[in-house]
């Protein structure tokens, strides 16, 4: 059994900057933990898993030392795979087929890199080899009517889980099961991305050859060149559970996924969430140990403090993201708010972010990625991010907008983007 994480590459990173300019998005703490460490530390706990692959177009440099680390921490084979162009959900698997191959695993595991969830891998597995004929089952979830067609959805026989008809995105409500972005695949599954690959017409337009449409040969989408035509063959099949998920696109759904995250990990790992410090903690809280906090503080809820933080008295922070090596002064106010690394927030200031706060209890993201503008050009509500080494005089008020990196703010803004 092997497990394969997809995590892309920076062009898939556009709706997560600024903070992608600091920290390659699989990277980002959610809940204290790299995005992708909650997928290897679930892929980890399965007794029988041989190695985990990460697929995506990162340079390898900016993975090294968390490989590095997270190799350590859970005794388990982990390699990065470097895409050179970004080959699509499927293209990356079938180009490093033999790699996935080697060892002759009976399946193995793909998981999109940008989800948060308790990942039921276990659940997934027993599910699936009961399944003779599978050649991959898709974990899925309930979502409501309209936010549905915002995902891969699925029309399943319910008695048996098989896969009657799948469309990615559809422009109309089809079903409200989503694929999760979680998968179990047979080695069997090569031959028939291999289908796709060699079925293409000719005459097709590809990067290589001139004015194409801008993919590589090579890129393959699993969704809608895979999915779609295995549903209804027998072949695919699909667990439903109705459990906390959520998916990181945008700042507004990081907080949202930090949200479930922490109260999966506070149930996992109690200890990380212990009282050693001795500020006032409303609900779930991640502090890293090495941070240091005013007694006067108020944290909470869902809120995550990196290595290094200082808090000084009388702030206070909810659903909220405190990147490493920060420093928030005296009596100011965060809210629906991520900031950056080496950052400095004076005193008496108030950073809020206006993004509706979901429903707590819908099992997924109801975070709509609206665009930053609105037609009349201005600012949809949004989380405030505050890029990484900016400084914000004392106070200052910033409201619902987004500061690149590296700015010295003076003066208060309101819906604007402070490039
Ligand atoms: N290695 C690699 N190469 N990874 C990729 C590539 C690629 O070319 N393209 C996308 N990925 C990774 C992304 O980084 C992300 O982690 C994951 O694959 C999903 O890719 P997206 O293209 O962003 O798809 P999506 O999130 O809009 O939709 C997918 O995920 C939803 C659940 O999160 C689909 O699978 C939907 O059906 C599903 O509901």
């Not at 890199?113 to 699936?128: E, K, R, T």
């Not at 809820?301 to 933080?309: A, F, L, M, R």
């Not at 993201?321 to 200031?349: A, C, M, P, Y």
């Amino acid at each position: 059994l092997k497990a394969v994480i997809l995590v892309g590459g920076d062009n898939k990173g556009t709706r997560f900057r600024p903070l992608s300019l600091d920290i390659p998005k699989p990277l980002f703490p959610i809940a204290g933990l790299p995005i992708i460490e909650h997928h290897i530390h679930a892929c980890s706990a399965m007794s029988n898993l041989e190695e985990i692959l990460i697929i995506g177009s990162y340079h390898i440099n900016e993975m090294i030392t968390f490989l590095n680390e997270v190799k350590t921490k859970y005794h388990v084979t982990i390699r990065y795979l470097q895409e050179f162009v970004e080959l699509g959900t499927a293209g990356g698997i079938y180009h490093f087929r033999d790699q996935i191959r080697a060892g002759n695993p009976e399946c193995f595991f793909v998981l999109n890199g940008d989800v948060c969830a308790d990942f039921p891998l276990q659940q997934l597995y027993d599910f699936h080899i009961t399944k003779k004929d599978a050649l991959i089952s898709i974990l899925s979830t309930e979502a409501d009517r309209v936010e549905s067609v915002n995902y891969g959805c699925i029309v399943t026989d319910k008695g048996t889980g098989e896969v009657t008809h799948y469309v990615e995105k559809p422009s109309s409500y089809v079903s409200p099961l989503i694929n999760c972005g979680v998968y179990l695949a047979n080695i069997e599954i090569f031959p028939q991305i291999a289908t796709v690959f060699y079925s293409r017409p000719k005459n097709e337009n590809f990067s290589g050859n001139g004015s194409g449409n801008g993919k590589d040969q090579g890129h393959i989408q699993l969704e809608q060149e895979v999915l779609t035509p295995l549903a209804g063959s027998g072949k695919l099949y699909t667990l439903t559970l109705n459990m906390k998920w959520a998916q990181v696109k945008n700042a507004a759904s990081a907080i949202y996924a930090n949200r479930q995250a922490l109260e999966l990990r506070r149930k996992s790992h109690p200890e990380k969430f212990s009282d050693q410090f001795n500020c006032t903690i409303i609900g779930n809280v991640f502090i890293h140990p090495t941070a240091q906090i005013s007694e006067t503080a108020v944290l909470g809820p869902n809120v995550s403090i990196g290595k290094g933080v200082i808090i000084a008295a009388g702030v206070r922070i909810r659903e909220s993201i405190i990147l490493d090596d920060t420093f928030i002064d005296e009596h100011t106010l965060i809210i629906h708010s991520i900031i950056g690394r080496k950052t400095k927030v004076g005193k008496w200031s108030r950073i809020e972010g206006t993004a509706v706060d979901p429903d707590p209890n819908k099992p997924f993201a109801k975070i709509k990625n609206l665009p930053l503008f609105n037609t009349e050009g201005k600012m949809n509500p949004s989380t405030t991010i505050l890029g990484h080494n900016s400084s914000v005089a004392s106070e200052i008020i910033l409201l619902n907008s987004i500061v690149l990196p590296s700015k010295e703010l003076g003066r208060s803004f309101k819906n604007e983007i402070i490039l």
